[in-house]
């Protein structure tokens, strides 16, 4: 079964469709009959993990719903270089319209499971044992889109928004008067369900971050021999998280201190675009 | 004086609003009092090229109309490592709660000129003798800042949409019968104000499109070695674009070849982001 | 200072202008000359907590931003019955076009603001000590609105939203396998932001859910008897929330129990609006 | 044939879908299988009028177009506690992420339903012989789909918004100079298809009313012995409307009086959520 | 005061932005310094009515909130060939990109006004004596503003919508059963605030219609004689409307005849822009 | 095949449909049977061109996804006055409430198409010869499709937006100093897939803008004895556009100069709507 397209995602698929095709296409209208069919074959000119393909199927309908889409993989599977993706069949004018757009979605995704990839492989750990997880770093308006990718790539999710996780960083523990009292802000009027994480900087800031009781320690910009120092020193009284700093050449070494979790930004604003290629084929 | 954003950009910054303050700032509420001042410095942790600081600004005013930011630099203009972007004052608070979505903007359009400014260097000519141009490949929602930002990075604009461009792919010469055809068509049904662009794989495909009246011929995917060639045989009869395979590594060979335009998917699709940080002060 | 509204409610006043004043407001139109000028006043009919005070200015502002408001109260307030919210100046043309969809929002809000006031004192119990926490159940469009009642009336917010919280219920039990597979699946893979709550429906599966690890077990639609032996068969080892069958006669035996957390669907479901009145006097 | 939503209610639709689904539904992702289906029965839990079962199908077509409801009940119609409003069936999964939202709706509109039902029922008066009927007290984005459920619990609609209605109050009177020459207004530049309502206080205001051609006469916060003497004073030159101080215990001596209308904001401003379950049963 | 716009039409104003500049001005970013300041003349081409002056002005804010426009009219002024509208100050790059938006909404506006004008003119009669109204027959989104441009002209407004005024057509009878059917209901289950009015083809449907108690009968298609007998068999019975077939040459006849209202559907589905100049000056 | 309309069109067929139907239909819910069944016909009052038929099958199934549509005809082609257009069959109280809105758009886009075509059957050229082109001076929010329209008559389109075109006014060559510094700019700078234009008053000008490079001239507000001259002069340097005082009139007089273009604001902004019926019979 094709999968659905989340309806969270609507409204940006709109937008990015004007920016392309607000004006309609004026090559295509002049050259290819209304009449010309084709096929399409979306094939991974490297290799990558699958994500967006739903996106990708959400647009080619939302141009001509009698586009009919084939899929050779799905959410999440890696997809080695020269494999196809899918398979596309309609109006050869129709295809040509929603190629771009289309693909710009799925490249950006398929971009940012593939990087969240490469760091779990350069971690040396399995995902289980070490946590890679995102950051809010998204890029306006896929934020959504971007959290699932990092799933499929086989990452996972720090808090969604603003609202819904507590994390105390500097600011707001000088605005709170001590470390001790953001924490005990929290406790007292915080959401239940929500778990209290902390910013720290060093190993004092740990010990009285873990004896006001919080339950997520962040160590922000620790190598990871100071990592490795917290880990020790926390003794398991709370989750420990590394963040700052990390890139491929260093998450290995992160990811041997045993850190709980290590937090990249990476995966969601800095991942270079899947190739991937639209490849289409008139009917005669 | 300060700028004000472009209409078309509000959507996707409410989107963007959407997404990470949707439910509120938690962890600020609890901590922050709602009379705390604050100061705040955008630094430049890396050399770049600023793009984006209206953007900046909107999501501070829609936040709190009451931030007030003082711009050291603007639109286009270089900051070194360590330099000030911006100062903003306002209340603690709502700085705290706009810091990220107006950080996500920045970063990644001060990405897009900075890596455009960093093919320009690599390229070796002067950006007035071979153009350096963006493609369609843009980030949903992003097409009218990215586009900016690589024109702030010192490069150049394609066509805007598939409305506002000719440009005949190996597909539409396919559905209209013939290169010739595809292009009498466009010559005889197409916008006066729009050149005839078209995609040639070969010296031959190159030659039928000058004789049929193309004004603008992409050569793709060719080494600088037939790139050069090509423009032999051309004689100045087009504008000559050289696309496909452009990286930081290849980009002066293809530079060197002297030919009109080189464009680059990498811009707007698989530009880093900047290391630019909100260093927030609160006032006592 | 006159408080901003958050960039999230936006969208939905603009709804509530076009529903009441799409066509215009043809009365005023046809009696009121175009320069008279009123005072306003915003009256409490009842005693209340005031919340949405803020909306109700950016309508104000909306429809004449020449209006100007003086607050007599903010959000989070107690007003008594004759007491003034807030006053109003302007075109009288303005404010007979704008009172309806104020007050619509006021009226709400402070609804559900005083609503769970009226069930913290039913409790019988300090807020701190037992927390009366809100649902999903709102109302459409108007959750953020309604969860920041909630805190106004001196609540507590449960999960903001299916993403920001685990609360694993029996149909997840049921497709998990058995319940000790679902928290299973929600430690190892879930966010580790968040804390991972439980329903439970009876003293077995309470004693299950603890050993298996839950942070949170909802214990659902209880007496307050059985609310108050699982309080002792938990031993600490497990915050506790009441479910189900609370109303504000009810609500004091589920305080008494001094379970943790007791959630009131009723704050958002079901709060009348507040008897607010807007008098306005011309200036003559 | 199941019913379509009217266009006007899927904007709000989606913002309702973004303040719950927008960060996805982290339990159901990680404890229910992609595969596993489910029946979904929905039932009242107390004897209700039917309202918004067409915003309730909308909302799990959303979710999942390949989702099936049944309906058993259709709008308007008197469902028994203990009987079912619809069956469902699809993926449980999607079942789970769409139920909240789909009775957040569905709980509203059968709650305003039936509590206009209540009304009528109270009011001792065929609903043909005294009009009870709704106000612009609407909530937000809500007034198309409350103005049906008013319909469709036997009442009938007021004016439809500040453009589809002509009702002069104290303000316009002032404003306008007089009485008399606020409805001489109305009569020279109204639209020709509204009748013109007045709100008056007493009796001598009645009588001018009458005499300067009201088409109705709102008689606002009067007790059920004014309105009958104004009944007799009107000889039936216009039609008669109570207004204000209407309420369950109320409305029966207001009805008795054999006033024309009877406006009511309690229909949609303050009726309380129907007690509506959702019951999912997984398929083996 | 500078006149604001209602809140309505801020949706469609952003629409008409995105269609012009959302890919920005390549001219004006080419040619015009970025300090060049300018002076702006909005003149009148021919002899108008005013209307939609306040669009006008919110279109140059957005574009450029620094933009200083005064009035030289106000809406439904008579402004004389070659006399001014407003003068506008600002940057010359705003005023050129947000020229063309602006005056596409002046000129149309001014257009249905003016238009509506001349059909008073020409019918020979003061608007007070027979009334000139629109009818549903709108351009997509501006119905607002078309009705209000038609007032501005002299004319009435007809119904708001399909919701605000009940129109009985030949269809509805022959659903309903018979014309006295169709009104009977109507009159049973109408909302109170709304007159009922039917079409009539014929001298026995007006005496059926005026039988069966409609408040308004619209004589569809008729001759100024057959509309003259009419009036005459009426007796002032119901208000009359002459529909169809009215265009500037026919409208006197049918003004002459004295029939309450003339509906004409061209003031705004007809009505030919105006011929506006703005004429920009650099300030040196 | 029943045509697809392009997504662009979407939010102002929403905006349309909620002008229209979003307070509902009250006539037709107070008339017409909920089973009751009817035929629509489409029927052309007038010779037409068509355009804008997709439109009317989007806003048929928004209304009701049950209704059929039969094409009788498709874009672009001539309808006779008295022929079909579309056969439509569904729900009765369906058809009418779609009735109004399907038509405002249908019959505007056809008088543009139609004006069009006026145009250039008074120009007594064939189209292919002397183009004759449309101007941004579109109806808010309709530029997509009116654009389409002049195509579908037999026009051709000027630039889609100020974006996507380069235009040099008299304004552009007063801030850049110079008509040569203007096109010196506008060749340095702009997007190579663009041609240059500017609009000269006179043969100083022209000749001016033809030495300087320019691609295309506008020749602004001359007579067609001017324009020939400039032909003369030109001597094919450059296309040559005639534009201002272009009526049904004048045309054919410019389109015998043998000019390359003619633009002609009136299919934009001056075209009346089309005459066409929706003749809607019940199905006994």
Known sequence: MIPQTPPIVDELINMALAEDL??????????VPEDAMANGM?????????SGIDVFIEIMKKIDNSIQ????TEEGKTVKKGEKIAIVKGKASSLLMAERVALNYLQRLCGTATLTKKY??????SASKVRLADTRKTTPGMRYLERRAVISGGGFNHRVDLGGGI???ENHIEAAGSLEKAIEQCKKYGSHPLKIEIEVKNRDE??????????IVMLDNMTPAEVKECINLAEGRAILEASGGINLD???????????VISVGAFTHSAPCCDISFIIELIK
């Open 42 to 50: 979306v094939i991974a000119k490297e290799s990558l993990i699958v």
């Open 250 to 260: 260093t998450v290995h070494g992160f990811a041997q201190t045993g850190v709980d």
């Open 120 to 125: 779990i492989d350069a971690s040396g750990v």
């Open 206 to 215: 740990l010990l009285r971050a873990l004896d006001a009781g919080a339950d």
């Open 167 to 169: 994390l105390i960083k």
């Open 22 to 31: 607000g004006n309609g296409d004026i090559t295509t209208r002049l050259c």
């Open 69 to 72: 889409v084939t899929l050779e």
